[in-house]
């Protein structure tokens, strides 16, 4: 027999979609600001309308508020962010915005709105590092990190994006421990195009 207000053990499957929109909330959050051109200092509060609109062009289908609604007030009792309403809006500010996690969503985030809303010039945009064998652990996180916020492995310690992303890299370095060890190159040509153009639908 359950305990009463024991609360509900949530599946594999309920599990993985509650993270999926906390990520997702978290990037819409990132992108608002990263938009607003505000990269360091990020001040101001969010209109939860614009969140949900950011969402719905992430993943080309409604989000119900409720539920955009529910993770926000959890990411407030985690202290990560703080909302308050004025007149008839909701506005969520961040707390600790330069974190890892809480930067690679909203990276994810941005380098995919330029994905869809950009033209491609023909030109390249490189991350190359260099990070010394005694910190195995980091060049394996960096790798992860490059590869989950949408860009391609094109050598071991090379990753590549087809649209200019100097400020987002800028970002990065700042909350990765490896920055020191992290260039940003523009290329007009790259030997093997076709396979990293096939990579990103070009």
């Known amino acids: 027999m359950k305990k009463a207000g024991k609360s509900k053990t949530l599946s594999p499957d309920e599990q993985f979609k509650h993270r999926q929109l906390r990520e997702i909330v978290l990037a819409a959050l990132g992108v608002s600001v990263l938009i607003g051109g505000i990269m360091i200092t990020p ?12 969402i719905k062009e992430f993943k ?5 508020a409720t539920k955009v609604k529910r993770v926000l007030k959890n990411l407030e009792k985690k202290e990560i962010l703080s909302l308050s309403i004025k007149g008839d809006e909701i506005y969520v500010q961040l707390k600790n915005w330069l ?3 809480t930067v690679k969503y909203s990276l994810r985030g941005i380098l995919e709105l330029k994905r869809k809303r950009k033209r491609w010039n023909g ?8 990070v010394p064998e005694i910190q195995r652990n980091k060049r394996i ?3 992860k990190f ?9 050598q071991k310690s090379v990753y590549i994006f087809p649209y200019e992303c100097e400020k ?10 490896s920055a020191k060890y992290i260039s940003y190159i523009v290329a007009d040509k ?7 153009k096939t990579y990103f639908n070009l």
């Open 99 to 101: 974190t890892p996690s």
């Open 146 to 154: 490059l590869k989950y916020i949408g860009f391609y492995g094109y």
């Open 168 to 177: 987002e890299i800028g970002l990065l370095k700042q909350v990765v421990e």
């Open 43 to 54: 001040n101001f509060p969010i209109v939860m309308g614009s969140i949900i609109s950011l």
């Open 123 to 130: 030109k390249w945009f490189l991350v190359m590092f260099d």
């Open 60 to 64: 080309k289908k409604d989000i119900s």
């Open 190 to 196: 790259i030997e093997n195009e076709q396979s990293t």
């Open 141 to 143: 996180y960096l790798r």
